[in-house]
């Protein structure tokens, strides 16, 4: 009886409860849509990174994790390549040799690390030819060619084919410079490459430094879910240290952390605006029906069911409005999910940071049953107090009033 | 037998300021089937004194017994239980439930006793055929006259089946006609269902229906005369 007195209650004042009605449908699709878009920050930020940057996993020896120095070197590189080549998870890998050291030109030098890599497996892991704006991909220049990038140009004051030097320590310890020649400049989405990376080929460098090796590989793979296989695997073959993109560059985690803080905060506000609403909402209602609640209690209705009247009455808002709301949500990010949303007007700034402007909305399902719990949560909590108020009116002075 | 005793009752509001003696040292009995009216000019106390009786407001001093039951040891919640099994209310301004129909209006305390759906019906048709407001079962009280919603009201009491109704002024809104037809009827009920009555009013062509007439005069009983 409660129940349908409540649900003839709402629709005695059909604007009102409508806005009701629409702010938690508004809100819910805009939480759903915030999430979606948000998540789609750290989809594109970890896809540009794993394409560009890290691959999925990495090896190294555990002695260059802690001294990043030339000759800790991966000792059993044979071993893991023969198992890379045969794993199908993997898409590509590259061994890189990697130092320190500087790179200057006439003008100036700066501090860079130097990558020497095999160039079409560098290519096929990291895209760095396609990302190539200028000159060519290891293919004209004979003696030492060099790819540096667009910014790295700039603070030299170099283009294709100027020469420069690099100086870095050999095998034994020795400072040794050489000579090369810009080939290409490229313009990398990750901006840590940008800012000081460099690359010969493998066979260059090494004869540079005078001796054959790597110090690390960049694995991809067809898809993050391989991952924990794949480690799996290597880890059983090799004692060097393997580690997914995650654990290379914590700032992954960092990340994840802080998007789930960020979240919770939209929630929070967002409930928090629609708590508001629904409290002033059904305090008016309350207020509005005084002479009508003091005649209930006259006759006879106890406390607690004008109490759970109110409740009643609102938790039903919720419970018509979170449903639609999720939908909308749902079917808004069934579209953009697939379609994508273009920023290309924002990209200059989103480019700096690695971002592609093609944004995808995602969101897990089961955030779906939990923002459901939490409009349910949000409009009960926002019946409390005009419930309470409902039940302290004196019903006699609410009849007193005509 | 006495369905209301009311012994010594006294209310005084603001005590400690301007105190005003509402009602002052009223006692009263009230036998079952009685129609009897409460008569006084305005602020004479006869709404104090009915909701005291009612067991709506508690008294200052004295106390009310209905039905062998001394109100004033009720608690809060017993009390609201009390009135919904014992005392019909007809208030001033109908005071139905707008969202509800007429019909479901006067099942409504009969919803809140607990009586099963059948006894409900059979009683809601039954009272308004008696009292002439077949017509507007399925209406809300928006589109009833001022008369049909009263008549709701009234049998909305009855319905409960309640020792005695309480109507605190129940007229006052009313024109003439609409007066004279409600009170035909509250007396028609009060012979054939031998329900009592109680109610105040100033309006001389209802006192001239009652059969008794209590007259109150700044908080006291100046007469009580029975026709
Ligand atoms: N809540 C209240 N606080 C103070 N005085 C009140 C209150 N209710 C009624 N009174 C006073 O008590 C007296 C009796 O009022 P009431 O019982 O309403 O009279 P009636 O119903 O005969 O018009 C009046 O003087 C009125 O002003
Ligand atoms: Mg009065």
Redesign the pocket.
């Known amino acids: 009886m409660i129940f349908s007195l409540s649900w003839k209650n709402i629709w005695r004042s059909k604007r009102r409860s409508l806005v009701v009605i629409g702010a938690i449908i508004i809100g819910v699709w805009a939480l759903i849509f915030m999430i979606a878009f948000y998540n789609s920050f750290g989809a594109a930020f970890s896809k540009n990174a794993i394409n560009y940057e890290y691959s999925h996993i990495q090896i190294h020896n555990p002695d260059y994790l802690i001294e990043p120095d030339i000759f800790n070197q991966i000792d059993d590189e044979e071993q893991i390549i023969s198992l890379l080549n045969e794993n199908p998870s993997v898409i590509s890998y590259s061994g890189r040799r990697k130092v320190n050291g500087m790179i200057a030109s006439s003008k100036t030098s700066i501090g860079v690390q130097i990558y020497g890599v095999d160039t079409r497996a560098e290519s096929e892991t990291t895209r760095l030819e396609e990302q190539l704006i200028d000159g060519t991909y290891f293919n004209k220049i004979k003696r030492n060619p060099v790819l540096i990038s667009a910014k790295v140009a700039d603070k030299l004051r170099v283009k294709v084919r100027s020469k420069i030097v690099i100086t870095f320590q050999d095998m034994e310890g020795n400072i040794t410079s050489a000579s090369c020649r810009i080939e290409g400049i490229f313009d990398s989405k990750s901006p840590k490459i940008n800012e000081g990376v460099i690359y010969l080929r493998k066979s260059d460098l090494n004869r540079l430094v005078g001796a054959d090796g790597i110090n690390e590989f960049a694995i991809l793979l067809n898809n993050s879910e391989q991952i924990d296989e794949m480690k799996s695997t290597l880890t059983s073959v090799t004692a060097n240290t393997v580690r997914s993109y995650k654990e290379v560059a914590p700032e992954f985690n960092l990340m994840e952390e802080s998007s789930v803080v960020t979240k919770q905060l939209l929630t929070v506000v967002i409930m928090l605006a629609l708590l508001f609403g629904i409290v002033n909402t059904m305090l008016m209602a309350v207020l509005e029906r005084t002479k009508e609640i003091g005649m209930l209690r006259s006759v006879g209705m106890k406390k607690r069911s004008v109490f759970s009247m109110i409740m009643i009455e609102t938790s039903l808002m919720g419970l018509l409005a979170g449903p639609i709301g999720l939908t909308f949500g749902y079917l808004t990010i069934l579209w953009l999910g697939s379609t994508g949303l273009d920023l290309s007007a924002y990209s200059d700034a989103l480019k700096e940071y690695g971002f592609d402007s093609v944004f995808y909305p995602q969101i897990k399902n089961s955030t779906y049953p939990i923002l459901m719990s939490v409009v349910m949560f949000t409009a009960f909590s926002g019946a409390i107090y005009p419930a309470i108020k409902a039940i302290r009116l004196n019903p006699l002075e609410a009849i007193r009033k005509l | 037998m006495n369905v209301i005793e009311a012994t010594q009752l006294v209310k005084t509001?603001?005590p400690d300021t301007i105190p005003?003696h509402?009602v002052n040292n009223v006692s009263l009995d009230i036998k079952k089937g009685e129609f009897t009216a409460i008569v006084?000019p305005?602020?004479?106390?006869?709404?104090?004194?009915l909701n005291m009786i009612g067991g709506l407001d508690t008294p200052t001093e004295g106390k009310v017994i209905v039905d062998g039951v001394e109100i004033d040891n009720l608690n809060q919640s017993e009390l609201t239980d009390f009135r919904m099994h014992n005392i019909g209310f007809v208030f001033q301004s109908y005071n139905l439930i707008p969202v509800m129909t007429a019909r479901e209006n006067i099942e409504f305390i009969m919803l809140l006793q607990k009586i099963d759906k059948n006894a409900r019906e059979s009683r809601s048709e039954e009272l308004m055929e008696k009292m002439g407001i077949s017509e507007t079962s399925k209406r809300r009280p928006s589109e009833l006259s001022g008369g049909q919603q009263q008549r709701v009201a009234v049998a909305r009491a009855l319905a409960s089946k309640p020792k005695f109704i309480l109507a605190d002024e129940p007229t006052a809104n009313l024109d003439s006609q609409s007066t004279n037809s409600l009170l035909d009827i509250m007396a028609k009920m009060n012979e054939e269902e031998n329900v009592t009555f109680v109610f105040?009013t100033h309006d001389q062509r209802v006192i001239d229906k009652a059969k008794r007439v209590i007259t109150i005069v700044d908080g006291k009983v100046e007469s009580d005369e029975t026709k």
């Open positions: 509001y603001n005003v509402a006084g305005s602020g004479s106390g006869k709404t104090t004194l105040s």
